[in-house]
Each structure stands twice: as C-alpha cells, then as structure tokens.
C-alpha cells in the first residue's frame, strides 16, 4: 500500500512543471489497480485548502473528485493520528504539522511508503518515499 500526499494529484492539474508527468504516470497506475494506494482526511482538506486560497473552487471540485475516484480509499485522521503527529513534530523530523499528520496516519495503519516530493518525510523512521520518475 502506498500513501498519496496532496502535491503528487495537485502536480497533475497543475501548469507544466517537472513532476507533473511522473505525477500523472504514477496515478494512472493507480487508476489502472497496479499499484494499491490509499490517502487520507487531511490529504482532500490540503486540496480544498490550497485551491481555496487561489480562488480556484472550480479546482478545488475537480481535483477533489478526479483524486477520490482515482484513489478511493481514504483514512480519517484520528485522536490517536493527532497524538502521535505531535510526538513526530517533538522528534528529530523535518516536517511540518500537516505532514506529521500524514505520517502519524501512515505508522498508524502500518503504510511505509508514500508517493510524495517532501523530503522531510525521508526522516521518519519507517517511512519510505517512492521516487516518482
């Protein structure tokens, strides 16, 4: 099982940009059952949130709905999530609350590799991240 973080779907649909094939090409494997692949609660917030500050709704609706079919199962996040975020984000990391958020969600369900281009995650113990080509 793989975790998709927000910037690999928000890469497809965004203007020409070096991830943006390697992002397309990794999720048409997932489209296709190649590869099994899952996201979370606070991934479909992240998309809402970003194309809400560009005042992009029409953005907001399509990547949200295109990425929930492409990958339809999605985690909650959870008090336990929420918990173990803050004990990432008082460790020796390098990322932020969201981030911390989706890793806690990862180790929780015991998913340790994540379709992502944030190298912080290269420093939780446990996670791996793919390298989109």
Known sequence: MVY???N???YVSGREHAHREPSRRFL????????DACT???????ILYRYHGLRRLDLAQSVYDLFVQICPVVLPVTLA????????????????????IHAAVMLNNDI???AT????FDTVVGIKRLALE
Do not use: F, H
């Open 4 to 6: 998709i973080d927000s």
């Open 8 to 10: 690999i779907p928000m």
């Open 28 to 35: 048409e494997q997932v489209r296709a059952g190649q590869i």
């Open 40 to 46: 979370s609660t606070e991934v479909l917030q992240e």
């Open 81 to 100: 999530d929420t918990d173990r975020a803050k004990s990432i984000l008082c460790g020796k990391t390098n990322l932020g609350a969201r981030d911390a």
């Open 112 to 114: 340790k590799r994540i």
């Open 117 to 120: 281009y944030d190298a912080g």
